[in-house]
């Protein structure tokens, strides 16, 4: 595996010591089967820019969580056109870092990197609950004749029996989708975003409590106000906030075993959701490996 240096790499830090090292950041911008906004190739490329200026002290945790995570970030690699193969490439790199013991973070590309991360994850054959923060379900069998598209992401991945998965955000879904969820809701939980002022926080810890988890954020979860750079943009989605209380309860309560940010299609001359999607990033990696020693959930 082959690692950027600080000038390239995520949040611009040095770090030699590569058998220390906790995660290891993914940079895939595949964009395959995007459908509205274009982009999402470049996506990888400027969280990694917009790392560079965030500071690393965690007000959170009360100290700066690189210095003692050990973050690595994976030189690009070049992304096959035909969406399968490049999905197969990632998944090997996938479970390189899981070989390793290392904490594997993607940086997408659309959303349907997830599946790659899955399929490496899914060879262990321990049940795993994927969290996923996403303005739309995915639950679509195919998209425009594409059973591997980001509308169908969360459906290829519970292809496997031993996945569950857990919606936060979603408010944009088909009639065909819902028949689905219907039929698996015993697998498929979803919280509404139009009911997010009384979701029932109990009832999210009884789905993660003690769990294997992956994290995969869609950043149109976010409300649009906030994240206009992403392809399928939707009024009423998350803000900075809810957001961050949320991972903050998934970290206290689970096992983040893996994570991915994905959709951020940047817009020129616009540098603040670049900035976001990087700090979230951070954010993300720094509660899964750091915060059940530093403080509990309220």
């Given at each position: 595996?082959?690692?950027?240096?600080?000038?390239?790499?995520?949040?611009?830090?040095?770090?030699?010591?590569?058998?220390?090292?906790?995660?290891?950041?993914?940079?895939?911008?595949?964009?395959?089967?995007?459908?509205?906004?274009?982009?999402?190739?470049?996506?990888?490329?400027?969280?990694?820019?917009?790392?560079?200026?965030?500071?690393?002290?965690?007000?959170?945790?009360?100290?700066?969580?690189?210095?003692?995570?050990?973050?690595?970030?994976?030189?690009?690699?070049?992304?096959?056109?035909?969406?399968?193969?490049?999905?197969?490439?990632?998944?090997?790199?996938?479970?390189?870092?899981?070989?390793?013991?290392?904490?594997?973070?993607?940086?997408?590309?659309?959303?349907?990197?997830?599946?790659?991360?899955?399929?490496?994850?899914?060879?262990?054959?321990?049940?795993?609950?994927?969290?996923?923060?996403?303005?739309?379900?995915?639950?679509?069998?195919?998209?425009?004749?594409?059973?591997?598209s980001h509308a169908s992401v969360m459906r290829r991945c519970l292809d496997y029996k031993n996945i569950n998965l857990v919606s936060i955000g979603t408010r944009s879904i088909s009639k065909d989708e819902v028949n689905f969820l219907n039929k698996n809701s015993s697998r498929i939980k979803i919280f509404?975003?139009?009911?997010?002022?009384?979701?029932?926080?109990?009832?999210?810890?009884?789905?993660?409590?003690?769990?294997?988890?992956?994290?995969?954020?869609?950043?149109?979860?976010?409300?649009?106000?906030?994240?206009?750079?992403?392809?399928?943009?939707?009024?009423?989605?998350?803000?900075?906030?809810?957001?961050?209380e949320l991972i903050k309860i998934i970290s206290l309560n689970s096992n983040i075993i893996g994570a991915d940010i994905n959709e951020l299609a940047p817009i020129k001359n616009l540098s603040s959701p670049n900035f976001i999607a990087a700090k979230l990033a951070y954010k993300i990696i720094s509660f899964?490996?750091?915060?059940?020693?530093?403080?509990?959930?309220?």
């Amino acid at each position: 595996m082959i690692f950027e240096n600080e000038k390239n790499n995520f949040l611009g830090i040095e770090n030699r010591k590569t058998s220390s090292s906790k995660v290891i950041i993914v940079p895939f911008g595949l964009e395959n089967s995007v459908s509205y906004g274009k982009g999402t190739k470049n996506g990888p490329k400027e969280i990694l820019k917009a790392s560079q200026h965030l500071e690393l002290y965690d007000e959170d945790l009360g100290y700066e969580p690189s210095t003692r995570i050990g973050i690595q970030t994976l030189k690009a690699v070049p992304i096959k056109k035909d969406g399968t193969k490049a999905l197969n490439d990632l998944e090997e790199i996938i479970s390189t870092i899981i070989k390793k013991k290392k904490f594997p973070f993607i940086l997408g590309g659309e959303h349907s990197v997830t599946i790659g991360a899955i399929k490496a994850f899914e060879k262990t054959k321990r049940p795993i609950t994927i969290v996923q923060f996403d303005a739309h379900a995915d639950l679509r069998s195919e998209y425009q004749s594409n059973k591997y598209s980001h509308a169908s992401v969360m459906r290829r991945c519970l292809d496997y029996k031993n996945i569950n998965l857990v919606s936060i955000g979603t408010r944009s879904i088909s009639k065909d989708e819902v028949n689905f969820l219907n039929k698996n809701s015993s697998r498929i939980k979803i919280f509404w975003a139009k009911d997010k002022k009384s979701w029932n926080r109990k009832k999210l810890l009884s789905l993660i409590k003690g769990k294997d988890v992956y994290i995969t954020f869609d950043l149109d979860s976010l409300d649009p106000s906030l994240m206009p750079s992403t392809g399928t943009p939707e009024p009423g989605g998350l803000f900075w906030d809810e957001a961050i209380e949320l991972i903050k309860i998934i970290s206290l309560n689970s096992n983040i075993i893996g994570a991915d940010i994905n959709e951020l299609a940047p817009i020129k001359n616009l540098s603040s959701p670049n900035f976001i999607a990087a700090k979230l990033a951070y954010k993300i990696i720094s509660f899964a490996l750091c915060s059940k020693k530093v403080f509990k959930y309220q």
